[in-house]
């Protein structure tokens, strides 16, 4: 038997590069990226010549220099001695709590209509639909801006909830009091506190270390349950129930950190003219809270219900002939197939949420576009570096939340074989 070696390889000539299909990919990519390099040189160079020009030079300098402006929602302890780099922190953790709950309750907003738009009651599923169309096709500023004239103008004032018999009273149980001026909630108070670690001038409570060690041993607990029941699927065929044992590792462990700490609601009193004893929270951070909460979320119900139709009818009939009611059919069939449809664009409207809480500014909520774009570029009169900087702390915030969505979805998607 003779063994063929084949054709040989043709000597490499650089005329290779453009009219071998095996190089020219990697010719034109190279190219490409050097003129990409050419441009931002250029873009830079020119850059600073025109700073030149104009007297200045480009520097962060400015981020250690006093602030001398206040802040009113703040996270972490700021005054106007502090620097405009601690302003920027302070903006950027305003940032980032109303883009957390943003994204939490605008899913939870758009899960529930979005299959509310589905339902065979006639009334429900219209209301949702003018829902969804009405706040789909006004821009996002101007439901901040009505939000906010029904917040100042028909909220009571504080001191309309004093007296025996007051002219507004608080709502849900006597917890929430909404004035035009903030939103006194409950806040959460320990009977026996176990202290805190100081971290210059933050600190971080014992407690919260706790509830986070008992969680994390609970998640490891969970997944080695979950370990144990598929080995046990594999060798027998048949899975153990795993739900209540779960349920426990998560429940017990928190139900009696939160009885040994003394953990309790303080519902919010007025004393003189204002609340005390709760959390008051600004009307600018609730207004636009909800204005990004409602707006986005029709969105997502759009694609809650765009990924729910995309699952097969059959699949829907097939749970029906196993006797799963419509709830349960609709938690353990449709949703689980719907999600490879839903993520991705998912993902788009966290982006956008993030981003469009930049429009804070409008309602006086200081985040970072309020601080370090706004208060200290006027202060310092470093467009440039302010500019950069936000840029560079918006783009790194959506690459995480972007990262973060893809390892997800890769962790639900359906695994085909």
Request: glycine content about 6%.
């Amino acid at each position: 038997m003779v063994d063929y070696p084949g054709a040989a390889s043709p000597p490499f000539r650089l005329s290779m590069l453009i009219y071998d299909r095996r190089y020219r990919s990697l010719t034109i990519q190279a190219v490409v990226f050097i003129g990409v390099m050419l441009l931002a040189s250029w873009l830079i160079d020119n850059t600073l010549r025109n700073l030149a020009i104009m007297g200045k030079t480009l520097s962060f300098d400015f981020l250690f220099r006093r602030a001398g402006y206040d802040i009113p929602q703040q996270l972490i302890p700021y005054t106007s001695d502090d620097t405009h780099l601690r302003a920027t922190i302070v903006g950027l953790l305003n940032t980032l709590q109303v883009s957390i709950l943003g994204c939490i309750s605008a899913t939870v907003v758009g899960v529930v209509v979005g299959v509310l738009r589905l339902s065979n009651n006639w009334l429900i599923a219209r209301l949702m639909t003018v829902y969804v169309e009405v706040f789909r096709n006004i821009p996002l500023l101007l439901w901040i801006l009505v939000i906010l004239a029904i917040f100042t103008e028909t909220m009571p004032p504080p001191n309309a909830y004093r007296g025996e018999n007051p002219a507004a009273s608080m709502v849900m149980f006597d917890m929430i009091a909404p004035t035009n001026r903030y939103t006194a909630v409950p806040s959460i108070g320990m009977s026996n506190p176990p202290g805190v670690i100081a971290l210059g001038r933050e600190g971080i409570s014992w407690a919260l270390i706790a509830y986070a060690v008992v969680l994390a041993a609970a998640y490891v607990a969970h997944r080695l349950l979950r370990k144990r029941a598929k080995r046990i699927q594999d060798a027998t065929g048949r899975r153990p129930s795993t739900l209540w044992i779960s349920l426990a590792l998560y429940l017990v462990p928190v139900a009696l950190l939160t009885w040994y700490f003394g953990l309790h609601l303080v519902p919010p009193v007025l004393k003189g003219f204002n609340f005390a004893e709760g959390l008051n929270l600004d009307n600018a951070f609730v207004v636009l809270w909800l204005a990004l909460t409602l707006y986005t979320g029709a969105f997502i119900a759009e694609i809650v219900r765009a990924g729910i139709m995309s699952v097969s009818k059959g699949q829907t009939e097939a749970a029906y002939a196993l006797g799963l009611r419509p709830r349960r059919t609709m938690s353990l069939v449709v949703l689980p197939q719907a999600l490879r449809v839903i993520i991705p664009p998912l993902i788009s409207q966290y982006l956008n949420l993030t981003k469009n809480s930049s429009l804070a500014i409008a309602v006086g909520y200081m985040d970072l576009r309020g601080t370090l774009g706004g208060t200290t570029l006027n202060q310092t009169g470093r467009e440039m570096e302010a500019m950069v900087l936000m840029m560079g702390i918006y783009l790194l915030l959506s690459l995480i939340i972007s990262g973060g969505m893809n390892v997800f979805n890769s962790r639900v998607k359906l695994k085909e074989r």
